[in-house]
């Protein structure tokens, strides 16, 4: 359980759904895969969506300062998400609408490139291999 509402990055809304336990350390990967267990076992608790680094980030290698290293790449897909949502970096939301969001939204492997096509973790991704 969290004390604070969860700050979560746009385009990790898909990666929680993909986790399947790699990471970019074992810090990385403990941090993340606890907080895709709270998610997964309480729907009913809201997230906040954010376009910044987030719970998750907070273990990763990558974030310097509270900036991701691969800034550009990441930012831009999660502004790709957020406006595909229709949603705004802040928003608290409902975890299971929100993941009932991003569903309904992207429903193909094409439509799941427009996010994260360049994502290099693409190939250990369990959401993205629900489209092949
Ligand atoms: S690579 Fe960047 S966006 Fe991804 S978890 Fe690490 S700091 Fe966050």
């Known amino acids: 359980m969290y ?11 898909l990666c929680i759904q993909g986790f399947q336990g790699y990471g970019y350390s074992g810090e990385f990967v403990e941090n993340m895969g606890k907080i895709v267990k ?16 987030d719970n998750i980030c907070l273990s990763c290698k ?3 300062s509270d900036m ?3 800034c550009e790449s990441v ?7 957020l406006d595909k949502l229709k949603l705004t970096s802040e928003q608290v939301v409902n975890i299971e609408e929100a993941f009932n969001l991003v569903n309904d939204k ?26 092949h």
Not at 4 to 11: D, F, K, P, V
């Open 68 to 70: 991701c290293k691969n």
């Open 3 to 13: 004390n604070e509402i969860l700050n979560i990055r746009a385009h990790h809304l």
């Open 38 to 53: 709270y998610i997964k076992e309480n729907p009913k608790e809201k997230i906040r969506i954010v376009e910044y680094c």
């Open 106 to 131: 992207l429903k193909s492997l094409q439509d799941a490139y427009e996010i994260c096509g360049e994502c290099s973790w693409s190939e250990k991704c369990l959401w993205i291999s629900k489209f």
């Open 62 to 64: 990558n974030n310097i």
């Open 75 to 81: 930012d831009n897909m999660d502004k790709r998400l």
